[in-house]
């Protein structure tokens, strides 16, 4: 059996951008409070897993101590934490409850912010999560 290669080669690359939803490297003016590293949290989210929202949980600490499983532990600082937790949900769950905006808000993120997020991870995804309801 012969395989071949089936990328489309182009004569001339497109030139275009979606600036509006993938991240870019500095926030494009001072009210967005999405930079490099509140990508980078986002993008982490998604490697961590759902594990990661409960570390201290029964079964992390049984897979943890039993198995040597490595648990993503809690980021240091609360705002990136909060982001993180609103990534991961984000990424694995169908459906996001008003709690997990909530806790995005109370953090000083925006529904801008999120909704930004929400696109970034339907983009990764191919499919984009559910709202319960914008508090």
């Given at each position: 059996?012969?395989?071949e290669?089936?990328?489309?080669?182009?004569?001339?690359?497109?030139?275009?951008t979606?600036?509006?939803?993938?991240?870019?490297?500095e926030?494009?003016?001072?009210?967005?409070?999405?930079?490099?590293?509140?990508?980078?949290?986002?993008?982490?989210?998604?490697?961590?897993?759902?594990r990661?929202?409960?570390?201290?949980?029964l079964?992390n600490?049984?897979l943890?101590?039993?198995?040597?499983v490595?648990?993503?532990?809690?980021?240091?600082?609360?705002?990136?934490?909060?982001?993180?937790?609103?990534?991961?949900?984000?990424?694995?769950?169908?459906?996001?409850r008003?709690?997990?905006?909530?806790?995005?808000?109370?953090?000083?993120?925006?529904?801008?912010?999120?909704?930004?997020?929400?696109?970034?991870?339907?983009?990764?995804?191919?499919?984009?999560?559910?709202?319960?309801?914008?508090?």
């Amino acid at each position: 059996m012969r395989h071949e290669n089936l990328q489309a080669q182009v004569a001339t690359p497109w030139e275009g951008t979606v600036d509006q939803i993938v991240p870019s490297n500095e926030p494009s003016n001072d009210n967005e409070s999405l930079g490099r590293q509140e990508w980078a949290v986002v993008d982490m989210a998604r490697v961590d897993g759902p594990r990661s929202a409960n570390p201290d949980g029964l079964l992390n600490s049984l897979l943890r101590t039993v198995f040597a499983v490595s648990i993503p532990r809690p980021l240091a600082n609360e705002r990136l934490e909060a982001l993180r937790r609103f990534a991961v949900a984000a990424w694995y769950r169908a459906e996001l409850r008003a709690r997990d905006l909530a806790a995005l808000f109370a953090a000083g993120f925006s529904s801008n912010d999120a909704a930004r997020i929400l696109a970034y991870v339907a983009l990764g995804r191919g499919s984009a999560p559910e709202v319960e309801a914008w508090p």
